[in-house]
T-cell receptor, first 112, second 114 residues
């Protein structure tokens, strides 16, 4: 039961470029939308998160854009660096449930 | 804050054997989650504890899987009669009791069933 769909599966970006990862959800009861970053051999770590009452949130080089009517949200990584090379997961939670539902992930490679 | 700790990091077992994993959450966190992650996929929810109470269990979870959290502290996940399809990374996460959905993950236990 995939309630969060993520694209693309993989992404190659030049150093200094913008990385964009997209996510779509189905359950309109979700009220918390995080992005997690995972390096090989490590568990996911929260990068940035947004609630549906705002359309954009920015933290440093990372920005979430949220479109409630389209049930979509995206992660933008500005000035991408080789150290950003990792797998990124969008996720969603809320609606009275306890669990967080994850997308399938996007493997980002930033070329130096 | 010493982070979420999982043990062992790696486990190799033969098909049909039982295995048990341990998770020590961040001390003040009341919520504890188990997820399973296979190669190229996102974490898949298995079960959730609020203190010592197991409040939700995935319908996809086989009866061979059982989890406990005695006294609301550490948690164990046991897989009985392991199958090759159980090979995956088993992740534990914890979070604060209320008002925070932020999950703190451990580094996981990588299970290989031969």
């Amino acid at each position: 039961q995939q309630q969060v769909k993520q694209s693309p599966q993989s992404l190659i970006v030049q150093k200094g470029g913008i990385s964009i990862i997209n996510c779509a959800y189905e359950n309109t009861a979700f009220d918390y939308f995080p992005w997690y970053q995972q390096f090989p051999g490590k568990g996911p770590a929260l990068l940035i998160a947004i609630r549906p009452d705002v359309s954009e949130k920015k933290e440093g080089r990372f920005t979430i854009s949220f479109n409630k009517s389209a049930k979509q949200f995206s992660l933008h990584i500005m000035d991408s660096q080789p150290g950003d090379s990792a797998t990124y997961f969008c996720a969603a939670s809320g609606g009275g449930g306890f669990k967080t539902i994850f997308g399938a992930g996007t493997r980002l490679f930033v070329k130096a | 804050d010493t982070g979420v700790s999982q043990d062992p990091r790696h486990k190799i077992t033969k098909r049909g054997q039982n295995v048990t994993f341990r998770c020590d959450p961040i001390s003040e966190h009341n919520r504890l989650y188990w997820y399973r992650q296979t190669l190229g996929q996102g974490p898949e929810f298995l079960t959730y504890f609020q203190n010592e109470a197991q409040l939700e269990k995935s319908r996809l979870l086989s009866d061979r899987f059982s989890a406990e959290r005695p006294k609301g502290s550490f948690s164990t996940l046991e897989i009985q009669r392991t199958e090759q399809g159980d090979s995956a990374m088993y992740l534990c996460a914890s979070s604060l009791n209320q008002g925070s959905e932020k999950l703190f993950f451990g580094s996981g236990t990588q299970l290989s069933v031969l």
